[in-house]
Nanobody, 122 residues
Framework: QLQASGGGLVQAGGSLRLSCAAS????????MGWFRQAPRKEREFVAA????????DYAATVKGRFTISRDNAKNTVHLQMNVLKPEDTAVYYC?????????????????WGQGTQVTVSS
């Protein structure tokens, strides 16, 4: 029901834009988020957006470089990633939570996409 795309290989300092397309239900009333998981590390919070898009939150490691946005008319969420660093290398997952506010804990999310690989070379 959630399909993440847009990952790839990019050099340090470059940009990528991830997209998450929802199908099967309308996620416009759901909080949405992005998480990432690097090899041998736990899944970590990256960014979250409230159902209407008015509120956002970011991990300290990406604040100022990443921007989360959503288009409820198209049932999609995006993560614009700029000034990428090698430590941003991970599989990125989008997720949806049946709440209106911001959600940052992975256990609070109800639906997950399959993940898209982002690799940043130095």
């Amino acid at each position: 029901q959630l399909q993440a795309s847009g990952g790839g290989l990019v050099q340090a300092g470059g940009s990528l834009r991830l997209s998450c397309a929802a199908s099967g239900r309308t996620f416009s009333s759901y909080a949405m988020g992005w998480f990432r998981q690097a090899p041998r590390k736990e899944r970590e919070f990256v960014a979250a957006i409230s159902w209407g898009g008015a509120s956002t939150d970011y991990a300290a490691t990406v604040k100022g470089r990443f921007t989360i946005s959503r288009d409820n008319a198209k049932n999609t969420v995006h993560l614009q990633m700029n000034v990428l660093k090698p430590e941003d290398t991970a599989v990125y997952y989008c997720a949806a939570a049946e709440v209106y506010g911001l959600v940052t804990g992975p256990n609070e999310y109800d639906y997950w996409g399959q993940g898209t690989q982002v690799t940043v070379s130095s």
